[in-house]
């Protein structure tokens, strides 16, 4: 399910009205607890989470012009999907979050390599997710991604 949109506002008015407030609220808990440096943005038809090229300029590997990718939300046909490249790219992180989801969830993990999926706005674990947010700066976002790109 694509929405068109411009920015993260009108997004938001476009997804289904059972799940505006869940997401509003997954998104504000990533506003409110996203290191300095990353910025907000639509990225591939979702709101993204990136660095921007005045930060680092050499961009996404796969397309330079554009920023680096690091988060996105999105009100996907079935569940509301929150991407994070850190979980996919830092072991650690992956295994933390695993380890922390049933502490703050009583619903089963839905994830894959970087998609966490929840089926209902009133099954995402908020607090983790805020957590989680704060766990990557900027500069460890640029480093991981650099060291991993590169290794290709």
């Not at 700066?137 to 480093?143: G, I, L, N």
């Amino acid at each position: 399910m694509k929405i068109e949109a411009n920015n993260p506002e009108e997004y938001i008015q476009n997804i289904p009205k059972e799940r505006e407030s869940g997401f509003s609220k997954l998104r504000q808990i990533i506003l409110d607890n996203l290191p300095k440096g990353f910025e907000e943005t639509m990225s591939y038809g979702m709101i993204g989470y990136v660095v921007p090229l005045s930060i680092y300029p050499s961009g996404y590997h796969c397309d330079p012009k554009l920023p680096l990718p690091f988060m996105s939300i999105a009100s996907q046909k079935n569940f509301i999907a929150f991407y994070h490249s850190g979980i996919y790219a830092d072991p650690e992180i992956s295994k933390w979050f695993i380890e922390e989801f049933p502490k703050h969830s009583k619903y089963k993990l839905d994830m894959g390599k970087s998609c966490v999926r929840f089926k209902k706005p009133e099954h995402i674990p908020f607090e983790l997710i805020g957590e989680l947010v704060k766990k990557i700066s900027v500069e460890d976002w640029v480093e991981l991604y650099e060291s991993r790109v590169s290794n290709k």
